[in-house]
């Protein structure tokens, strides 16, 4: 309930609505689309840690420099030239996301790459767009969907934050969001935390090797 408040009212703090990944990435050409049909998935998707840190991974393609890919790491990817960086969004493709969770991800990771930086569109899109998962997999209450829906949400708040923060987010009003955002989110973890000590809650996210499916 604390999370639906907090990131609810951030919604109103955003000037702007976010595109779709689908409306920022450039047309698919023949050979990604080929790429994507014949991906393989990745040997160990891990399992979600329950304290978003700055270390946190999940899946396949979620988590600060996750996958490593030769070149595309953090520090380098921005000083790699196109043609470059597209070989890199090709071998992206060519790993099939463990989850609907983690295919936002994997969008996430490529939109970084087709523009070059970590953009703020990139982060406004994944917010949204994993947020909307977790409204999806809330409707169907069941424990599976429910573990879905909070990991949905709760990673969609890193992109409000500090953690995530963009290279063109560099004003002093997207400065003082991130610092009130950044604040008000680790509060509420915590809250949500001792509260789940107290009611000896389940485990908060899905288990080793469920996934996370809106189509089952």
Partial sequence: MFYKIL???TLFLTLTNADSFQQLAPTPTEQILKIINT????SFPIKANHKLTDNFKYGCFCGKEYPKLDSNRTEDFKKLTKDERYHEILKLYSIKPFDDIDKTCQEHDICYLYYGKKAKVCND??????SDLSDVFKINQ????????NLS?????VFKTFFAMADDEDSI?????LMVTTGMIAGNKAMQESVDI????E????KRGQQCLLNK
């Fill in 173 to 177: 009003f997207d400065i003082g969001m």
């Fill in 125 to 130: 899109a994944i917010y949204d767009n994993l």
């Fill in 203 to 206: 485990e908060r996210y899905p």
């Fill in 153 to 157: 949400l709760d990673m969609a708040s």
């Fill in 198 to 201: 107290v009611t000896k809650s």
């Fill in 39 to 42: 991906a393989q998935p990745c």
């Fill in 142 to 149: 069941t424990s599976q969907d429910e573990k879905c829906s």
């Fill in 7 to 9: 990131l609810t009212s």
